[in-house]
């Protein structure tokens, strides 16, 4: 299964734009890139995913490079309840879209 | 959005005794479930697959028969720990599969909090 590598915390000022990044260098040409984000004690929530183009959407952008091998989700102005394990998570037609999860990046907000 | 639900949200059992937990997509049909385990500060770990109407299928290292999984209808996937030990204590969440949009997104449930004691 193709992996992803991501830094294990990350600090932000509340209000100030925060990237976060991804590795995933083995992708394969039909893998999805998917983000998730889990709060304490509760399941994990649909952020934002792409295949090759950048997206936006109401919570976030994810932006793609060009080669794939690396992603960064975008908050554009964090606040306090963004404050969670962000997970980058490749989803491939040929695993039965199953997900596995890797460590994620713990994402801190400072008021 | 989809929602998933799960029964309970937390037990505490004995061990030696067996705990069924649900889970439920509550506005939509789901073919395909996925089932999870998340010990304290760690990432989720797939456990098994569930298709409804087939037999789930398991990953590496995962006991088929300690870990019961039934997917009767489309909106409901039961998994069943039988015969549980304190080592089987575990936040334990689901997900759904929604194939009725493009997204094909995965919908997870606010997951069960398992002790045994």
């Known amino acids: 299964d193709a992996k992803t590598t991501q830094p294990n915390s990350m600090e932000s000022n509340e209000e100030e734009p925060v990237h976060l990044p991804c590795n995933h260098s083995?992708?394969?040409?039909?893998?999805?890139i998917h983000w998730y984000r889990q709060l304490p004690s509760q399941g994990p929530e649909y952020v934002i995913h792409?295949?090759?183009s950048n997206v936006n959407n109401r919570m976030a952008s994810l932006a793609i490079a060009e080669d794939r091998k690396s992603s960064t989700l975008i908050l554009h102005r964090a606040t306090l309840r963004d404050a969670a394990v962000y997970y980058c998570?490749?989803?491939?037609?040929?695993?039965?879209?199953?997900?596995?999860f890797g460590s994620g990046t713990k994402l801190n907000v400072k008021p | 959005g989809a929602v998933v639900s799960q029964h309970p949200s937390w037990v505490i059992c004995k061990s030696g005794t067996s705990v069924k937990i649900e889970c439920r997509s509550l506005?939509?049909?789901?073919?395909?479930m996925f089932w999870y385990r998340q010990f304290p500060k760690q990432s989720l770990m797939l456990m098994a697959t569930?298709?409804?109407?087939?037999?789930?299928?398991?990953e590496q290292g995962v006991e088929k028969d300690k870990f019961l999984i039934n997917h009767a209808s489309l909106t409901l996937s039961t998994l069943t720990v039988t015969s549980a030990h304190p080592e089987d204590s575990s936040f334990y969440i689901c997900?759904?599969?929604?194939?009725?949009?493009?997204?094909?997104?995965?919908?997870f449930g606010p997951g069960t909090r398992l002790t045994v004691t």
């Open positions: 997900s759904a599969r929604a194939t009725y949009t493009l997204l094909d997104e995965q919908y």
């Open positions: 083995t992708i394969s040409g039909t893998d999805y």
């Open positions: 792409g295949l090759t």
């Open positions: 998570i490749l989803r491939g037609e040929y695993n039965f879209n199953k997900f596995y």
């Open positions: 506005d939509f049909q789901a073919t395909t």
């Open positions: 569930s298709n409804e109407g087939s037999k789930a299928t398991y």
